[in-house]
């Protein structure tokens, strides 16, 4: 199967990382509400920045238009996580 066929397939299918990060960064927007409202602006909005980056990097990937360019978003996205868990 080439590339595309199998993006294509990929695509119909569910996908547990996209529903994940989704999850994840509506979460994080949470969590970043409260940290607002307790006047925590610096932490707070690098959580924001990271957390919601995630999946924006996971859908990003998703419509790669290479193999290597879905590597290279889904490694950020990756990253990204690291960030945010720390």
């Keep these: 199967m080439n590339y595309q066929a199998e993006k294509r397939q990929n695509a119909m299918k569910e996908n547990l990382i996209r529903d994940k990060s989704y999850r994840f960064a509506l979460s994080i927007i949470d969590l970043y509400k409260i940290l607002v409202a307790k006047q925590e602006y610096v932490m707070s909005k690098q959580l924001l920045k990271s957390g919601t980056s995630i ?22 996205a990756s990253k990204e996580a690291r960030e945010a868990r720390y």
Excluded at 63 to 74: I, P, T
């Design 55 to 76: 999946g924006a990097n996971v859908e990003e990937a998703l419509a790669g238009q290479s193999r290597a360019d879905f590597l290279s978003k889904m490694s950020i």
